[in-house]
């Protein structure tokens, strides 16, 4: 089974506004956290935002938030105020306590913001 | 200094050739990590070193070697390679303690191999 499920390869917004990218996740170990990477054509991997598995409030780092539900077992990625720069391919991770230096990747989605 | 730096940036090497990628990091992090990923796919562990001793193997071909000759540095050694080994090489960093689940991954800006 696939750790890490992101269901939209691609997707597109206009500048300006908000955009949600879905990730859902299979652990069935209580300690996990959650990650968002965001990759530009230049190739580099850039951390955007952690969430814990006991984190009782969504996280948010800028204009980035996480809207994390346990029970449905997705942390879904919002992109408020898109800019052009935002487009690139986005990955959603996580990392299991019982499996140490591990990351899960899922298949990441490619988001092209329009002007 | 937070940042994972790889050299070179790019590598064009012929199926004979041996080369090495170099990853270097000045975080004090004791995990350090090698994958590969091809374009518009999500980057595949290929190896984990945790305080200089190589902790997982992802059942990498022999003809990528990795090498880490201190805590700082990784190193990865190719020797006849495919060309299906095109594809961007990066290497990351973690503090290296284990089973704390927020630690995450820096990444250096990858190596962009062709194997001709």
């Known amino acids: 089974a696939q750790k890490i499920t992101q269901t939209q390869p691609g997707m597109f917004v206009q500048e300006k506004e908000a955009v949600t990218l879905d990730c859902t996740y299979d652990t069935s170990d209580p300690s996990y956290g959650l990650f968002w990477y965001k990759q530009p054509s230049s190739g580099e991997m850039i951390f955007l935002i952690y969430q814990g598995s006991y984190d009782q409030q969504n996280a948010t780092e800028g204009r980035y938030s996480l809207n994390f539900q346990k029970a449905r077992k997705s942390a879904n990625l919002v992109i408020s105020a898109s800019q052009l720069g935002d487009s690139a391919m986005y990955f959603c991770a996580m990392r299991e306590s019982y499996t140490g230096n591990q990351f899960y990747f899922g298949t990441g989605t490619s988001l092209t913001v329009i002007p | 200094d937070t940042e994972v730096t790889q050299t070179p940036k790019h590598l064009v090497m012929g199926m004979t050739n041996k080369k090495s990628l170099k990853c270097e990091q000045h975080?004090?992090?004791?995990?350090m990590y090698w994958y590969k990923q091809k374009a518009k796919k999500p980057p595949e562990l290929m190896f984990v070193?945790?305080?200089?001793?190589?902790?997982i193997n992802e059942s990498v071909p022999s003809r990528f070697s990795p090498e880490c000759p201190n805590s700082s540095l990784l190193n990865l050694h190719l020797h006849a390679l495919q060309p299906e080994d095109s594809a961007l090489y990066l290497c990351a960093s973690s503090q290296g303690q284990g089973a704390f689940t927020n630690e995450k991954l820096f990444f250096g800006s990858g190596t962009q191999l062709s194997v001709l």
């Open positions: 070193y945790s305080y200089e001793k190589l902790s």
């Open positions: 975080m004090g992090h004791r995990a």
